[in-house]
């Protein structure tokens, strides 16, 4: 028998309705439409502003659109994985909560944590359980309600981040597609830099900390910045020359989307042309573990079976690495 490979044979998403553009953000801080969009390539992004509803809101309308279009029974799922930096609650798994309201009654469920490359972590754990022959048919959910986490009197975060969701289902395959090789890296210098510094147990929850609005996002942008242009380019490059694939090998880039900048730098020493350069940071700004599978629905129809893939993610943490995925379908 052929080795078993983990493809992705299906794909949804979802984001919310309320469009907060840079022109609404001029109201609320102190900045411009042109700092945002020359920075940061980012116009606007997408905010669940319903009250009482979190990510696994996002999370199970992603799910249930990736459900109708490939006409699955959720009943099949043997295993879904919840990537989030948001989940409802700090106990009690959003994952499993999901699960359960899509109708997976036969499938275990967890949540997976890493930052702005919690996706990508979740596409290697995905393919690890497929491979082993473990399980055939794994779910992988990536969704954040960023909103709930950033000030929006910081305009150091407050352009940055928007919510989202986006889930693809992993199967086995027989002809050598999906995923190929991965370099996933962490590095816990990084903490320091992109945080919430309360909320957890070192520093719990006090009226101390809401006060001292710890329970937000806090970045050293510039710090970041230095770390993500190198971490992505440097994982980027090394996953093609492990493989052997010139720039021409390599269909598309699918890049976390968290500045433009950070972009552009991880395909120019991909020695990539601009074409294969998957973008849309400039229609949902930073979605975090929704980025990636935002990113396939929002061009699935470009993609053609064999196509090759490379996957790029950098996050708090530090958090980083790149996938190299042949398309399936
Ligand atoms: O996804 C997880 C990983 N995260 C990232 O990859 C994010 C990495 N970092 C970044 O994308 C960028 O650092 C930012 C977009 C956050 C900031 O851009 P920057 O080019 O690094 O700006 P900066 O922080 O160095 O600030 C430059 C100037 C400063 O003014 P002075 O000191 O030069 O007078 C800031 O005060 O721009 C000012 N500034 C702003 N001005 C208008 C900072 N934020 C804003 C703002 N609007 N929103």
Redesign the pocket.
């Known amino acids: 028998m052929n080795k078993i490979t983990a493809a992705i044979t299906a794909i949804g998403s979802y984001v919310p309705e309320y469009v907060l553009s840079n022109q609404v953000l001029e109201t609320l801080?102190?900045?411009?439409d042109e700092?945002?969009t020359s920075?940061?390539g980012i116009k606007e992004r997408r905010l669940l502003k319903e009250e009482g509803k979190g990510t696994s809101f996002l999370a199970i309308k992603a799910a249930q659109n990736l459900l109708e279009k490939a006409k699955l029974d959720p009943k099949e799922i043997d295993l879904v994985i919840m990537a989030t930096a948001t989940p409802d609650m700090p106990v009690a798994s959003t994952g499993v909560y999901v699960a359960t309201q899509i109708g997976a009654t036969n499938a275990f469920a967890f949540d997976l944590q890493a930052?702005?490359s919690s996706f990508l972590f979740g596409m290697s754990t995905a393919s690890a359980f497929i491979q082993s022959g473990k399980y055939k048919k794994v779910l992988l959910i990536g969704a954040d309600k960023m909103s709930s986490i950033i000030d929006y009197t910081d305009?150091?975060t407050c352009?940055?981040f928007g919510d989202g969701a986006g889930a693809v289902l992993f199967e086995p395959n027989f002809e050598g597609l999906g995923l190929q090789d991965e370099i996933l890296k962490s590095d816990g210098i990084g903490r320091e830099f992109?945080k919430i510094e309360a909320g957890g147990s070192i520093l719990p929850p006090s009226e101390e900390t809401v006060k001292n609005k710890q329970h937000f996002v806090f970045?050293d942008?510039?710090t970041?910045?230095k770390h993500?242009v190198s971490g992505m380019a440097d994982v980027s490059e090394k996953i093609m020359e492990r493989n052997n694939l010139s720039n021409d090998d390599v269909n598309w880039l699918v890049a976390?989307q968290?500045?433009k900048r950070?972009i552009d730098a991880t395909a120019s020493r991909m020695n990539l042309d601009e074409s294969k350069v998957l973008i849309n940071i400039h229609r949902y700004g930073?979605t975090t573990s929704a980025t990636l599978p935002l990113l396939l629905t929002d061009f699935e129809d470009k993609f053609k079976k064999g196509d090759n893939l490379i996957f790029a993610a950098?996050?708090?943490g530090f958090t980083w690495g790149a996938i190299y995925l042949k398309w399936a379908y």
Not at 29 to 32: G, I
């Open positions: 801080v102190d900045t411009n700092w945002i920075r940061t930052a702005c305009r150091a352009i940055i992109l970045q942008g510039k970041v910045f993500a976390h968290a500045n950070i930073n950098f996050g708090g």
